[in-house]
T-cell receptor
Framework: DTGVSQDPRHKITKRGQNVTFRCDPISEHNRLYWYRQTLGQGPEFLTYFQNEAQLEKSRLLSDRFSAERPKGSFSTLEIQRTEQGDSAMYLC??????????FGPGTRLLVL | AQSVTQLGSHVSVSEGALVLLRCNYSSSVPPYLFWYVQYPNQGLQLLLKYTSAATLVKGINGFEAEFKKSETSFHLTKPSAHMSDAAEYFCAVTFTGTASKLTFGTGTRLQVTL
């Protein structure tokens, strides 16, 4: 157990609806990452936080996606006006001073 | 740009046989390399990592990997496969100055047969 939790674990939504996912790393994780994993692929980087500051965003993160980490602890990832192509596993990872990232169990999103 | 190539999307071995999962990276600067394992509908669990110390790295569950700069490789091995090793394995790379974001390979599914 990495200590990183994600909620919900599964989400089914209809196209056009908004969804929000939450990630809770452990307190030592000043770095927090979001990745997206589609079937048969490795995870792809979406965005990165150092404490509460969002320092990097991938081109994969369209303007329908927004992520926050308001107090440098938990983080949320919101997808507005979901599309079927958004169906994927959304993974959160926390990291401390070293390079290693510790992943949560993921949130599997299905857009109908 | 950094990249990782995992040769073989599916590998099948008999229980007790050697496991060899291949990973090659491309980089112009020293990399940090990782192997993660993923069981169905779960997140990624760290198996082992190379961060410029010893080139032979030992991880959990009897796995180890060797960093070979001349071959730009970081292959994962285990002397004797167990049924519980059946899973998806991902090689990943990062570099200093990149916020440590990971670039993953496409994964190798390991099947272990009796």
């Amino acid at each position: 157990d990495t200590g990183v939790s994600q909620d919900p674990r599964h989400k089914i939504t209809k196209r056009g609806q908004n969804v929000t996912f939450r990630c809770d790393p452990i307190s030592e994780h000043n770095r927090l990452y979001w990745y997206r994993q589609t079937l048969g692929q490795g995870p792809e980087f979406l965005t990165y936080f150092q404490n509460e500051a969002q320092l990097e965003k991938s081109r994969l993160l369209s303007d329908r996606f927004s992520a926050e980490r308001p107090k440098g602890s938990f983080s949320t990832l919101e997808i507005q006006r979901t599309e079927q192509g958004d169906s994927a596993m959304y993974l959160c990872a926390g990291g401390g001073a070293a390079e290693t990232q510790y992943f949560g169990p993921g949130t599997r999103l299905l857009v109908l | 740009a950094q990249s990782v190539t995992q040769l073989g999307s599916h590998v099948s071995v008999s229980e007790g046989a050697l496991v060899l999962l291949r990973c090659n990276y491309s980089s112009s600067v020293p990399p940090y390399l990782f192997w993660y394992v993923q069981y169905p509908n779960q997140g990624l669990q760290l198996l082992l990592k190379y961060t410029s110390a010893a080139t032979l790295v030992k991880g959990i569950n009897g796995f180890e990997a060797e960093f070979k700069k001349s071959e730009t490789s970081f292959h994962l091995t285990k002397p004797s496969a167990h049924m519980s090793d059946a899973a998806e394995y991902f090689c990943a790379v990062t570099f200093t100055g990149t916020a440590s974001k990971l670039t993953f390979g496409t994964g190798t599914r390991l099947q272990v047969t009796l």
